[in-house]
């Protein structure tokens, strides 16, 4: 295999395989910036050996392995002397190396999700909470992180240092939280899951508008959190809404990488196992007769339009009314963009501009580019071509991601022909 080759390879599996080495190393060593340093050695030693030897045969093996020496020699050069190092093996012998091998293999519990939860500290606040994991467990750049924020790339970049710094300052050591304390983070967690989710699912940069590594490790989350959390409404509806959000994503590209939206999909594409299970869990919080949250509604929203067996079936009342629900549940300024396109569909695109005029005016919406997305596409409806071409182009201007811009600018030429 050639060099490039071996590195191109090298560079996925950091992706991939980062976000575990640093949370099985964070219970290890203690602390995140320690950790980071060592994942960022492993690779590093890879890169060397690799480019010599090869690739081994499970090089996801090779690389816990590695990370694992490094860390007990750091661990060895941070203690002070033999002697203290004697001590210590005399009072902890019978455990010290079952614990290494515990924290290292994630026995104690699912490596990434523990991670998370050790993460979401309390000490943090909601934004740097997300940030931080955003960074770590998604192994996103910062720039990536600062997309799926909505939020200038140096502000993100703070964030993550400080709330590194908070950690450290506070002595918070990489432990799993008990029951009591994860009861307190689950809002956090599940936040976390969500945007990982959500940048898979709808790529904010780069070239592919969907990144199923980012959805499935979502999902695999998502599927772990609903097992030790199995009557809380709102993870089983934040597993349910990824189900069935998951369950498109085959028919949501073309066959050059192209966008495929919603209501131009090919329905047969979808995968009605992956719907099942979204439905099943729908009933499940149905059974817990608690206070819909907005996971749950959320997922009741994808629901509708899983039912639906063609676009032209979509029952888009209900959806606009489940977005009533959602907005005061979660009053944001996105999710009233979302209301809007379900009131303009159920009710015509004059009723959904009426919501959209005043988000035009939000500075958290100014660079975001699904707001003339979406008033383009109303507008496109109700037969006014010039100014949807108008937003579509600056829709495109705005996007960070490939597909998206095509799209828009696709969107914009469609207007061109239908003004003449």
Same mark, same amino acid.
């Given at each position: 295999?050639?060099?490039?080759?071996?590195?191109? #390879?090298?560079? #996925?599996?950091?992706?991939?395989?980062?976000?575990? &080495?640093?949370?099985?190393?964070?219970?290890?060593?203690?602390?995140?910036?320690?950790?980071?340093?060592?994942?960022?050695?492993?690779?590093?030693?890879?890169?060397?050996?690799?480019?010599?030897?090869?690739?081994?045969?499970?090089?996801?093996?090779?690389?816990?392995?590695?990370?694992?020496?490094?860390?007990?020699?750091?661990?060895?050069?941070?203690? *002070?002397?033999?002697?203290?190092?004697?001590?210590?093996?005399?009072?902890?012998?019978?455990?010290?190396?079952?614990?290494?091998?515990?924290?290292?293999?994630?026995?104690?519990?699912?490596?990434?999700?523990?991670?998370?939860?050790?993460?979401?500290?309390?000490?943090?606040?909601?934004d740097a909470r997300s940030a931080l994991v955003l960074k770590l467990v998604c192994g996103l750049t910062t720039a990536e992180v600062a997309r799926a924020f909505l939020a200038p790339e140096a502000t993100v970049a703070q964030?993550?240092?400080?709330?590194?710094? *908070?950690?450290?300052?506070?002595?918070?050591?990489?432990?799993?939280?008990?029951?009591?304390?994860?009861?307190?983070?689950?809002?956090?967690?599940?936040?976390?899951?969500?945007?990982?989710?959500?940048?898979?699912?709808?790529?904010?940069?780069?070239?592919?508008?969907?990144?199923?590594?980012?959805?499935?490790?979502?999902?695999?989350?998502?599927?772990?959190?609903?097992?030790? #959390?199995?009557?809380?409404?709102?993870?089983?509806?934040?597993?349910? &809404?990824?189900?069935?959000?998951?369950?498109?994503?085959?028919?949501?590209?073309?066959?050059?990488?192209?966008?495929?939206?919603?209501?131009?999909?090919?329905?047969?594409?979808?995968?009605?196992?992956?719907?099942?299970?979204?439905?099943? &869990?729908?009933?499940?919080?149905?059974?817990?007769?608690?206070?819909?949250?907005?996971?749950?509604?959320?997922?009741?929203?994808?629901?509708?339009?899983?039912?639906?067996?063609?676009?032209?079936?979509?029952?888009w009342v209900r959806i606009a009314a489940l977005y009533d629900g959602l907005v005061q549940v979660v009053p944001s300024p996105v999710v009233e963009l979302n209301r809007a396109v379900a009131v303009g569909r159920a009710f015509?695109?004059?009723?959904?501009?009426?919501?959209?005029?005043?988000?035009?005016?939000?500075?958290?919406?100014?660079?975001?580019?699904?707001?003339?997305?979406?008033?383009?596409?109303?507008?496109?409806?109700?037969?006014?071509?010039?100014?949807?071409?108008?937003?579509?182009?600056?829709?495109?201007?705005?996007?960070?991601? *490939?597909?998206?811009?095509? *799209?828009?600018?696709?969107?914009?030429?469609?207007?061109?022909?239908?003004?003449?």
């Amino acid at each position: 295999m050639s060099t490039a080759a071996v590195d191109a #390879t090298i560079a #996925t599996l950091w992706r991939v395989e980062s976000p575990r &080495l640093i949370a099985r190393l964070g219970r290890l060593v203690g602390d995140l910036d320690t950790a980071e340093e060592l994942a960022q050695d492993t690779f590093a030693a890879a890169f060397e050996k690799w480019r010599a030897d090869g690739i081994p045969d499970n090089p996801g093996a090779w690389l816990t392995t590695t990370s694992r020496y490094l860390a007990i020699d750091r661990i060895r050069r941070r203690d *002070t002397g033999r002697d203290k190092l004697r001590t210590v093996a005399a009072t902890t012998a019978a455990t010290f190396e079952i614990d290494v091998d515990r924290i290292v293999d994630g026995d104690l519990a699912d490596d990434l999700l523990g991670l998370v939860l050790m993460s979401c500290h309390p000490l943090l606040a909601p934004d740097a909470r997300s940030a931080l994991v955003l960074k770590l467990v998604c192994g996103l750049t910062t720039a990536e992180v600062a997309r799926a924020f909505l939020a200038p790339e140096a502000t993100v970049a703070q964030r993550i240092v400080r709330a590194k710094r *908070t950690l450290a300052a506070a002595n918070i050591r990489f432990e799993l939280p008990s029951v009591e304390q994860r009861e307190e983070r689950l809002d956090g967690v599940r936040e976390v899951i969500y945007l990982l989710f959500n940048e898979g699912y709808a790529a904010s940069s780069g070239d592919a508008w969907v990144r199923t590594d980012l959805c499935s490790e979502a999902l695999r989350l998502g599927r772990v959190l609903a097992a030790l #959390t199995p009557h809380d409404p709102e993870s089983l509806g934040l597993l349910a &809404l990824m189900e069935i959000q998951t369950s498109r994503l085959a028919a949501r590209v073309g066959p050059d990488g192209e966008q495929v939206l919603l209501l131009d999909q090919d329905r047969s594409r979808w995968d009605r196992l992956l719907i099942r299970r979204g439905l099943e &869990l729908i009933d499940r919080i149905d059974d817990l007769r608690g206070t819909a949250g907005p996971y749950a509604l959320q997922a009741a929203i994808a629901a509708c339009h899983a039912r639906a067996m063609t676009a032209e079936e979509t029952d888009w009342v209900r959806i606009a009314a489940l977005y009533d629900g959602l907005v005061q549940v979660v009053p944001s300024p996105v999710v009233e963009l979302n209301r809007a396109v379900a009131v303009g569909r159920a009710f015509g695109a004059e009723a959904g501009l009426e919501i959209v005029a005043p988000l035009r005016g939000l500075a958290s919406l100014a660079g975001y580019h699904l707001l003339p997305a979406v008033a383009g596409d109303l507008e496109c409806t109700a037969g006014r071509h010039e100014q949807a071409r108008e937003d579509f182009l600056r829709a495109a201007s705005l996007a960070g991601n *490939t597909q998206d811009r095509a *799209t828009m600018q696709q969107r914009a030429a469609e207007c061109v022909v239908h003004s003449t």
